[in-house]
């Protein structure tokens, strides 16, 4: 019993820190696709792989494209998600918060690393209201 409760844990902290990784949200800053308190699924394999505590991918395949929503460190080093507006040459990527009036992003630090990026957000539906 010991040894099945050892191994959920261990493959548990395998998927968290290698494969996908689960984030709530904060701030206002992605409304209205992204609402304060969401729960979001982030593919940490999306473009590469990096190890945890790494600061740059050991393997990458993939960049992120204008549109994707993406979980990063910001330049200051707090954790950030942001849709990616532009990737440059310089393998640096432009974040946008969709919320302009309320989002600390691009526009305020400059561009990203795109080794600071931590994995792409999952699943986001944005649902349109019907009309009356």
């Known amino acids: 019993m010991a040894k099945a409760v050892a ?14 990784d689960f984030m709530i949200a904060e701030g206002s800053s992605m409304s209205p696709a992204i609402k304060p308190g969401t ?8 473009y590469g792989f990096r190890l945890p505590w790494s600061e740059d991918y050991l ?4 960049f ?5 929503v ?5 330049p200051q080093g707090m954790t950030a998600v942001k849709r990616c507006g532009e ?11 969709d919320n302009s009036l309320q989002s600390f992003d691009s526009r305020s630090y400059g561009p990203v690393r795109s080794d600071n ?7 986001i539906n944005v649902r349109k209201q019907k009309a009356p």
């Open 87 to 97: 990737v440059l040459e310089t393998g640096e990527f432009i974040a946008l918060g």
């Open 39 to 46: 729960v979001l699924v982030v593919n940490r394999l999306i």
């Open 64 to 68: 992120p494209k204008p549109g994707d």
């Open 70 to 74: 993406v979980v990063f460190y910001t």
């Open 117 to 123: 990026i931590i994995g792409k957000v999952l699943g």
């Open 59 to 62: 393997l990458r395949w993939s």
């Open 7 to 20: 191994g959920a844990f261990i493959a548990a902290l395998i998927m968290k820190f290698f494969l996908f």
